[in-house]
């Protein structure tokens, strides 16, 4: 089978890729772009490790094919950092013991991210509620919902500022 | 959480020891692999890509039980993409993780024991290609009986699974007593007696199991595995590959989640590399979710039969434990894991005397294994329900039932298991008086009840899995003039945070911050011998290998540093990046001066610390499982809200108390006793490892009920209680810094403090794990009609036990050693004398 050529947004590049066009998101950022941020813990949908941005959403990139990616605008752990200075969520969850085995960590991270951007005063319940898709058998969750409420209050004043 | 007992008088913390403020040791902090966690940065073994790597697939048996009559692999190897196809003729040699057990061949050569067992291996340019051709490969298959549980592989001698074992297919049977326990039975006041089911379950990774083997440049062999054990795996390559195992170099990758599940030498770890060695290219494998629930090496499936005898205030005189265990289709760690399910019962609690029998049996599903836990869990449900049932016949209350018969501190329990210290009494005070257990229990109304339940376990296993008398664990630093500290050691990052343990004692011993020491771990081209994550040993035993090896370099630094100053090395204090006079702190080097100093006046700096655990005083045949330099404590109350409609189960709140000895960092040890609460409340109420059979024209075969993440159910955010954590620090003195363990002790009290929850809400006894809302009707359905309010196994079969090794426990004049034991074919001794068992 031909490989597709198309110009996926990626971290904010935008990045020429070919790859055949049976594979999904998933294989495309980790085989094809490099990007092994992305876990994989099921490939059915079942366990959230692989989840994405898919323009501010998060997404199981497991279940969506690359080439339905054609103009959307995709984030991974690897885009969530600002140059060198990690993103609140990704601080707190390293400070706080929100990541042991750190496996099932990058779709914890976007997926939180989505939230606090959408409510960045989300109570505890909505937060279980945001990351009930995701699946973690280390931490038995409560640091990682303590780590995106540190996360929130961190990011607190910035939200303020905004008009 | 609180924590207490800070006090360091007796801990092995070496120079610290004197009452010296600790700066590292006990305070949270981030871990030293937390960046790399959270960036997406931490290779796992499926993240290596390398050129012209290969994909691997395994094609795995249909049948349950049956002799391979022939493989044809011709048009496979003609498929598209195909390099190479590998069948059992390719591995004659068999290995196993046990020398007892050396059952396993990567390929099966003759005969399939379990669906899912592998027959062939194809390796492609892609892994797509190597998928489509395992439909090219024709097995011939002769079916064969098959056994699917214990009761029917007691009962069904032939055909044999394996024909090796005690009898038909029996694996393993042993039996020990301890004193006379139907003498001591008989004077009881009362004698309890329960048979208790605990349901199989499994590890559940998210990571699913992954390896590359690369062909070094100088032809040498690399495998990168997801691997608990690189040892072992690093043994079990040279042997089932018969090549120097100097040629073989293992690295074990971080696990994205481990629990037990990759503690064995697996298939797919020898197949690629072989693969590799045939191809001359780099081969990786990734395990698909359903594989790795046909991987399991999980939790076994345990029937439990406890007598006890008690005085009229409770207090146990003797214990009579049968346990039979399913061990599905090959050895495993099974031998161990039978003796584990008897040998911690007696270090929680003052058993006198004490029998113990236990039977594994070979069946045809995924093999098991250990899991957190490791054979302790299910007897300690067992005896944990039971002591509530007692509770409540003598009109006692559970707490006050177990505070009054603690195990003693610095004591050998009638096993002969050598006890430290113990905070199990703060630990039951502390979740008594925080979860208002004096004004629950039996307080509450209808549908709402709490429950407790405590538990001990291992730091550590005191034998290693081969004879040997070698250290257990071993770490190497090497400090150069730039004032770097490279440690090197063999244990496993696993997310337990092994990694950060080894750098925080280092830097606690050398004043200097985690972050300044670079580490190399598990890797056994490179670092020292650690014998892996499993037993919850790391901390103990890497970190008093890391103490001795920081304690020399500091020796080292010492001498030059005090002349230099002019001060006796005795006033030397190392702390934040300084080496300095304690009696005057102004006066002193950095680190870094003071490392310059040391290579001028010593040459090239490095240092070795290794550790190997104390003398068992168990010398019985079998009492090689059990001993542990220290043992951890833990006490559970578990609050339930039950809907007697529909048997719905809600667990608003656990409170967990944790003799931990010493926290090296709170952070991590609070997140393995939370993981710990979340993984027990997943087997207490859902998890299964169940299995159904085909009809007979599919063979009959036995296939894994549910080997998806969606339908093998486990806790959600949305289904994880709140927890309160007390972390009670006894230091024990055999731990690093007074450390202990706390990757598995948490785990145990919780699900028969759900349980005995259950019953104070409802009034009904689920005497099996997990414990689900449709038990929990037909409890109460039993009830309403008057039938006994219980859900449970009926009675435990007949097993044809051998004559028990007796031996008398220590205040009956025992030794250790069994009166009755025939003479062994050999008693081993290593150099010091002393006598090595498995």
Redesign the interface.
Same mark, same amino acid.
């Given at each position: 089978m031909n490989n597709v050529h198309m110009r996926l947004h990626v971290n904010g590049e935008s990045c020429e890729v070919a790859f055949a066009p049976h594979k999904t998101l998933l294989e495309v950022l980790?085989?094809d772009m490099?990007l092994?941020?992305?876990?994989?813990?099921?490939?059915?949908g079942?366990?959230g490790?692989c989840a994405v941005l898919a323009d501010g959403k998060p997404v199981l990139s497991c279940l969506l094919l690359g080439i339905e990616c054609d103009g959307m605008d995709i984030m991974?752990?690897?885009g969530?950092?600002g140059d060198a200075r990690?993103h609140p969520? @990704?601080?707190a969850?390293?400070?706080?013991?929100a990541? @042991?085995?750190?496996?099932?960590?990058?779709g914890f991270?976007v997926t939180a991210k989505a939230l606090l951007d959408k409510k960045p005063d989300a109570t505890r319940d909505e937060?279980?509620?945001a990351?009930?898709?995701?699946?973690?058998?280390?931490?038995?969750?409560? @640091?990682?919902?303590e780590a995106v409420e540190a996360a929130a209050a961190k990011m607190a004043p910035a939200h303020r500022e905004k008009p | 959480m609180s924590t207490t007992g800070a006090g360091n008088g007796n801990s092995n913390g070496g120079s610290k020891k004197d009452g010296a403020a600790l700066n590292v040791i006990g305070k949270p902090r981030?871990?030293v692999?937390?960046?790399?966690?959270?960036?997406?940065?931490?290779?796992?073994a499926?993240?290596l890509?390398f050129p012209r790597m290969l994909h691997c697939k395994l094609l795995r048996s249909i049948h349950p039980h049956a002799r391979i009559r022939s493989i044809d692999v011709s048009r496979a190897l003609a498929a598209p993409g195909v390099k190479l196809v590998l069948t059992g003729r390719d591995f004659p040699i068999p290995y196993g993780i046990l020398p007892v057990s050396q059952d396993e061949h990567p390929l099966c050569p003759d005969k399939v024991r379990f669906v899912g067992d592998p027959v062939a291996a194809v390796i492609a340019t892609t892994e797509d290609e190597a998928f489509d051709a395992l439909d090219c490969i024709a097995v011939e298959y002769e079916p064969l009986a098959t056994i699917s549980d214990p009761a029917q592989a007691l009962a069904t001698p032939e055909p044999r699974i394996h024909d090796y074992g005690d009898e038909g297919n029996v694996h393993k049977r042993v039996a020990l007593e301890f004193g006379d326990v139907e003498a001591a039975l008989a004077s009881a006041d009362h004698v309890f007696e329960d048979v208790l089911f605990y349901q199989g379950n499994t590890?559940?990774?998210?990571?699913?199991h992954a390896a590359v083997a690369v062909l070094d440049p100088d032809g040498k062999l690399c495998l990168w595995s997801a691997t608990q054990t690189p040892h072992y795996v690093h043994r079990a390559l040279a042997k089932a590959l018969a090549l120097p195992a100097a040629h073989i170099r293992v690295i074990a990758t971080?696990?994205?989640?481990?629990?037990g599940g990759k503690s064995d030498p697996f298939h797919h770890e020898i197949v690629v590399a072989k693969a590799a060695l045939v191809t001359g290219r780099p081969v990786k494998i990734c395990l698909?979710?359903e594989e790795v629930f046909y991987c399991h090496r999980g939790r076994h499936p345990v029937l439990m039969k406890i007598r006890t005898g008690v005085r009229k205030d409770g207090s146990i005189v003797a214990m009579d434990l049968e346990t039979l265990l399913d061990g599905g289709a090959y050895g495993s760690y099974g031998v161990a894991s039978t003796f584990y399910t008897g040998a911690l019962q007696t270090v929680t609690y003052k058993v006198p005397r004490y029998r113990f029998r236990g039977c594994r049996t070979f069946t045809n599903k995924p093999p098991c294994g250990p899991k957190r836990g490791h054979g302790t869990p299910q007897p300690r449900f067992a005896q944990e329900v039971q002591l509530d049932k007692i509770a409540v016949a003598l009109g006692r209350d559970p707490a006050d039932l177990r505070l009054q018969q603690i195990a003693e501190p610095n004591s050998l329990t009638a096993n002969y298991m050598r006890i430290g210290s113990i905070g199990l009494r703060e630990c039951i005070e502390r979740v008594v008086e925080g979860s208002g257990w004096r004004k629950k229990w039996q307080k509450l109304p209808l549908g709402r009840g709490v429950g407790l339940g405590c538990s001990s376990y291992l730091c550590g296993a005191g034998l290693p899995i081969y004879w040997n008398d070698l250290p257990h664990s071993g770490v190497q630093l090497r400090l150069d003039r730039s004032g770097e500290v490279t440690a090197f050691c063999g244990a496993t990052e696993?997310?337990?945070?092994s990694d950060d343990v080894l750098a925080a004692i280092i830097a606690e011993v050398l004043g200097i911050d985690p972050f300044d020491i670079r580490l190399v771990t598990g890797d056994t081209g490179l670092t020292p011998v650690d014998l892996g994550s499993y037993s919850s040993r790391v901390t103990l035993m890497m970190g008093n290998a890391a103490i001795q090896a920081a304690e020399r370099a500091r020796e080292l630094l010492t001498g030059p540093v005090a002349r230099k100053l002019g001060v006796p090395a005795s006033r030397l204090g190392f702390a934040d990046r300084r080496v300095f006079d304690v009696e005057n702190p102004d006066r002193g080097l950095s680190f870094v001066e003071a490392v310059w100093l040391a290579e001028a006046e010593h040459g090239t700096l490095g240092t070795t610390g290794s550790y190997r655990p104390p003398q068992s005083a168990a010398r019985y045949k079998g009492g090689g499982v059990g001993p542990s330099p220290a043992y951890s404590y833990s006490a559970a109350v578990v609050e339930v809200e039950i809907d007697p409609g529909t048997g719905w189960i809600h667990v608003p709140t656990v409170w967990i108390a944790h003799d931990i000895g010493r926290s090296i960092n709170p952070?991590?040890v609070?997140?393995q006793v939370?993981?710990?609460?979340?993984?027990a409340l997943g087997e207490a109420l859902m998890e299964e490892q169940e299995f159904r059979r085909l009809p007979p024209k599919l063979s009959s075969a036995m296939v894994h009920k549910f080997p998806?993440?969606?339908e093998y159910k486990?806790p959600?955010?949305?289904e994880?209680p709140?927890?309160v954590t007390y972390l009670v620090e006894d230091p024990d003195p055999k731990g690093p810094f007074g450390a202990k363990e706390v990757g598995q002790g948490p785990l145990l009290p919780v699900m028969p403090a759900l349980a005995n929850a259950v019953y104070d809400a409802v009034g009904v006894r689920i005497d099996e794990v997990p414990v689900t809302p449709e038990k929990i009707v037909r409890a109460l359905d039993a009830q309403a009609h008057g039938r006994p309010a219980r859900v449970g196994p009926g009675k435990f079969p007949t097993v044809r036990w051998p004559e028990a090794l007796k031996v008398p426990p220590p205040w009956e004049g025992g030794d250790g050693n069994a009166i009755n034991e025939p003479p062994r074919k050999s008693k081993p001794t290593d150099k010091g004398g002393r006598q090595v068992r498995p």
């Amino acid at each position: 089978m031909n490989n597709v050529h198309m110009r996926l947004h990626v971290n904010g590049e935008s990045c020429e890729v070919a790859f055949a066009p049976h594979k999904t998101l998933l294989e495309v950022l980790r085989e094809d772009m490099g990007l092994i941020g992305t876990k994989h813990g099921c490939e059915l949908g079942e366990c959230g490790a692989c989840a994405v941005l898919a323009d501010g959403k998060p997404v199981l990139s497991c279940l969506l094919l690359g080439i339905e990616c054609d103009g959307m605008d995709i984030m991974t752990v690897e885009g969530m950092a600002g140059d060198a200075r990690l993103h609140p969520l @990704q601080e707190a969850f390293a400070d706080l013991g929100a990541a @042991q085995c750190g496996y099932c960590t990058p779709g914890f991270l976007v997926t939180a991210k989505a939230l606090l951007d959408k409510k960045p005063d989300a109570t505890r319940d909505e937060i279980k509620e945001a990351l009930s898709g995701n699946l973690c058998r280390c931490t038995g969750y409560i @640091q990682i919902f303590e780590a995106v409420e540190a996360a929130a209050a961190k990011m607190a004043p910035a939200h303020r500022e905004k008009p | 959480m609180s924590t207490t007992g800070a006090g360091n008088g007796n801990s092995n913390g070496g120079s610290k020891k004197d009452g010296a403020a600790l700066n590292v040791i006990g305070k949270p902090r981030r871990r030293v692999d937390g960046r790399a966690k959270v960036t997406g940065q931490t290779r796992f073994a499926d993240d290596l890509f390398f050129p012209r790597m290969l994909h691997c697939k395994l094609l795995r048996s249909i049948h349950p039980h049956a002799r391979i009559r022939s493989i044809d692999v011709s048009r496979a190897l003609a498929a598209p993409g195909v390099k190479l196809v590998l069948t059992g003729r390719d591995f004659p040699i068999p290995y196993g993780i046990l020398p007892v057990s050396q059952d396993e061949h990567p390929l099966c050569p003759d005969k399939v024991r379990f669906v899912g067992d592998p027959v062939a291996a194809v390796i492609a340019t892609t892994e797509d290609e190597a998928f489509d051709a395992l439909d090219c490969i024709a097995v011939e298959y002769e079916p064969l009986a098959t056994i699917s549980d214990p009761a029917q592989a007691l009962a069904t001698p032939e055909p044999r699974i394996h024909d090796y074992g005690d009898e038909g297919n029996v694996h393993k049977r042993v039996a020990l007593e301890f004193g006379d326990v139907e003498a001591a039975l008989a004077s009881a006041d009362h004698v309890f007696e329960d048979v208790l089911f605990y349901q199989g379950n499994t590890h559940l990774p998210i990571e699913q199991h992954a390896a590359v083997a690369v062909l070094d440049p100088d032809g040498k062999l690399c495998l990168w595995s997801a691997t608990q054990t690189p040892h072992y795996v690093h043994r079990a390559l040279a042997k089932a590959l018969a090549l120097p195992a100097a040629h073989i170099r293992v690295i074990a990758t971080p696990n994205g989640g481990g629990f037990g599940g990759k503690s064995d030498p697996f298939h797919h770890e020898i197949v690629v590399a072989k693969a590799a060695l045939v191809t001359g290219r780099p081969v990786k494998i990734c395990l698909t979710r359903e594989e790795v629930f046909y991987c399991h090496r999980g939790r076994h499936p345990v029937l439990m039969k406890i007598r006890t005898g008690v005085r009229k205030d409770g207090s146990i005189v003797a214990m009579d434990l049968e346990t039979l265990l399913d061990g599905g289709a090959y050895g495993s760690y099974g031998v161990a894991s039978t003796f584990y399910t008897g040998a911690l019962q007696t270090v929680t609690y003052k058993v006198p005397r004490y029998r113990f029998r236990g039977c594994r049996t070979f069946t045809n599903k995924p093999p098991c294994g250990p899991k957190r836990g490791h054979g302790t869990p299910q007897p300690r449900f067992a005896q944990e329900v039971q002591l509530d049932k007692i509770a409540v016949a003598l009109g006692r209350d559970p707490a006050d039932l177990r505070l009054q018969q603690i195990a003693e501190p610095n004591s050998l329990t009638a096993n002969y298991m050598r006890i430290g210290s113990i905070g199990l009494r703060e630990c039951i005070e502390r979740v008594v008086e925080g979860s208002g257990w004096r004004k629950k229990w039996q307080k509450l109304p209808l549908g709402r009840g709490v429950g407790l339940g405590c538990s001990s376990y291992l730091c550590g296993a005191g034998l290693p899995i081969y004879w040997n008398d070698l250290p257990h664990s071993g770490v190497q630093l090497r400090l150069d003039r730039s004032g770097e500290v490279t440690a090197f050691c063999g244990a496993t990052e696993i997310g337990q945070g092994s990694d950060d343990v080894l750098a925080a004692i280092i830097a606690e011993v050398l004043g200097i911050d985690p972050f300044d020491i670079r580490l190399v771990t598990g890797d056994t081209g490179l670092t020292p011998v650690d014998l892996g994550s499993y037993s919850s040993r790391v901390t103990l035993m890497m970190g008093n290998a890391a103490i001795q090896a920081a304690e020399r370099a500091r020796e080292l630094l010492t001498g030059p540093v005090a002349r230099k100053l002019g001060v006796p090395a005795s006033r030397l204090g190392f702390a934040d990046r300084r080496v300095f006079d304690v009696e005057n702190p102004d006066r002193g080097l950095s680190f870094v001066e003071a490392v310059w100093l040391a290579e001028a006046e010593h040459g090239t700096l490095g240092t070795t610390g290794s550790y190997r655990p104390p003398q068992s005083a168990a010398r019985y045949k079998g009492g090689g499982v059990g001993p542990s330099p220290a043992y951890s404590y833990s006490a559970a109350v578990v609050e339930v809200e039950i809907d007697p409609g529909t048997g719905w189960i809600h667990v608003p709140t656990v409170w967990i108390a944790h003799d931990i000895g010493r926290s090296i960092n709170p952070t991590l040890v609070r997140g393995q006793v939370e993981g710990s609460v979340y993984m027990a409340l997943g087997e207490a109420l859902m998890e299964e490892q169940e299995f159904r059979r085909l009809p007979p024209k599919l063979s009959s075969a036995m296939v894994h009920k549910f080997p998806s993440l969606l339908e093998y159910k486990s806790p959600s955010t949305l289904e994880m209680p709140d927890v309160v954590t007390y972390l009670v620090e006894d230091p024990d003195p055999k731990g690093p810094f007074g450390a202990k363990e706390v990757g598995q002790g948490p785990l145990l009290p919780v699900m028969p403090a759900l349980a005995n929850a259950v019953y104070d809400a409802v009034g009904v006894r689920i005497d099996e794990v997990p414990v689900t809302p449709e038990k929990i009707v037909r409890a109460l359905d039993a009830q309403a009609h008057g039938r006994p309010a219980r859900v449970g196994p009926g009675k435990f079969p007949t097993v044809r036990w051998p004559e028990a090794l007796k031996v008398p426990p220590p205040w009956e004049g025992g030794d250790g050693n069994a009166i009755n034991e025939p003479p062994r074919k050999s008693k081993p001794t290593d150099k010091g004398g002393r006598q090595v068992r498995p």
